[in-house]
């Protein structure tokens, strides 16, 4: 799950990171209000969507730039009706933009040193890690590939958290002068308080600024949590804004269904996420381009069967459905009648292929058999793939 910059503002100020003062605004005057009160401070208007690349991005209404720097309360309101109702095109959102909604008004800094700091899951370990980098305010994947020896891992012992003296060597790596270091320590344990007590996978603050001023700040963070933690967390689900995302995961996660949409045109419902992968694969193998990921789990009824080919369908670009079933807990012969009846509720519009195996298997063949459905069955993985993509052209 992701959040907008000023959820995750207000995180950091829950927890004590030091951020940038400000607020975020719907309408042209709430922003102008906002401004208001932070008035005597420069002030940056950022466009609020689920996506980077923001102030080199360019509205559909001409505008260039989602992230504007403004002294007064009238040029806030000024640069937030021209983002407000507009839509933003960055190169992370594709030719179809974004919606903004949202305004950030925030206090502007000026900035003496740009640097990087994100805590993670490191798989290896199974345990956090502190990534940070003097290269600051740049795609950390370019510094990685260009300069990887300014990147810096400290491994965290999960029991004992971050301890003081990793916090101090983590500012002398960052160059911090010393007359910061208590503040950036008191930012570095705050934001791994932050990171522990959300339940997140990530959290990621780029910049972390030096002012000419002297303070030490968060000025951008973005985080990711773990979805399975999220129950413990209903102020942090409450941040989800679906309408940032693909109507097709909203609808899926709705019947506990999960889907990722891809960029192909032959439609996959597969149960396990290890079968889901390896007929993604299989299909890529066979020369098709698999359109989706959906695992529809162990234990799928049939209403969520019928939920996930009406998701299937909505996707215009899908010219034929494999469905790849393994029964284990769930059997052959229940699913074979979740799929006959899923297929004729939605009347399916296109070439459906449908591969059985496991428990049961032989029952859910001849139901398939005598459904008098247009479908196609497959023996294997390697047959339905080929006939799908066969299916498909």
């Known amino acids: 799950m992701n959040i907008h910059e000023y959820q995750a503002k207000e995180l950091l100020d829950k927890y004590g990171v030091a951020n940038s003062s400000g607020g975020v605004a719907s309408t042209p005057e709430e922003a102008e209000r906002i401004a208001t009160s932070l008035s005597g401070k420069n002030l940056v208007v950022k ?10 991005g360019s509205f559909k ?7 504007h720097l403004c002294k007064t309360p009238a040029e806030a309101l000024d640069l937030a009706s021209k983002m407000l109702g507009q839509t933003l095109v960055t190169h992370q959102t594709g030719a179809d933009g974004r919606l903004v909604r949202k305004v950030l008004i925030a206090e502007s800094v000026e900035i003496e ?8 899951i490191d798989r290896a370990t199974s345990a956090p890690v502190v990534v940070a980098s003097t290269e600051g305010g740049m795609d950390i994947e370019a510094v990685a590939e260009k300069t990887p020896e300014k990147i810096h891992h400290i491994a965290i012992d999960p029991l004992l958290g971050l301890q003081p003296y990793q916090s101090r060597k983590l500012a002398k790596l960052l160059g911090i002068p010393a007359t910061l270091l208590k503040p950036a320590c008191a930012l570095f344990e705050n934001l791994y308080r932050l990171f522990i007590a959300c339940d997140c996978s990530m959290v990621e603050v780029n910049p972390l600024v030096i002012t000419k001023s002297g303070d030490i700040r968060a000025l951008d963070a973005k985080f990711n949590f773990d979805d399975n933690a999220l129950f413990r967390h209903p102020d942090i689900l409450a941040y989800r804004d679906t309408a940032e995302e693909d109507p097709r995961e909203v609808e899926a996660s709705k019947s506990n269904l999960n889907y990722i949409g891809l960029d192909g045109n032959i439609a996959c419902l597969v149960n396990g996420a290890g079968l889901a992968m390896a007929t993604m694969d299989i299909i890529k193998h066979c020369g098709g381009e698999p359109a989706n990921f959906l695992d ?6 049939e209403q969520q069967v019928t939920e996930a080919f009406k998701i299937l369908i909505s996707d215009k670009k899908v010219k034929a459905i494999l469905v790849n079933i393994f029964g284990g807990i769930m059997k052959c012969d229940i699913i074979a009648q979740g799929i006959i009846n899923a297929s004729k509720a939605v009347s399916l519009p296109i070439p459906l292929v449908v591969r059985l195996e496991g428990t049961n298997v032989d029952a859910g063949r001849k139901l398939l058999a005598e459904s008098g459905l247009e479908l196609t069955t497959a023996t294997d993985i390697a047959d339905a793939a080929k006939k799908v993509v066969a299916a498909a052209a």
């Not at 209404?61 to 992230?67: L, Q, R």
């Not at 040193?113 to 993670?120: G, N, P, R, S, T």
Request: proline share 0%; glycine share 30%; net charge positive.
């Open 47 to 56: 466009a609020q969507v689920h996506a980077g690349g923001r102030g080199k």
């Open 61 to 67: 209404n001409g505008f260039k730039g989602g992230v």
């Open 113 to 120: 040193k740009e640097l990087y700091i994100a805590i993670l």
């Open 296 to 301: 529809v789990g162990g234990g799928a009824n």
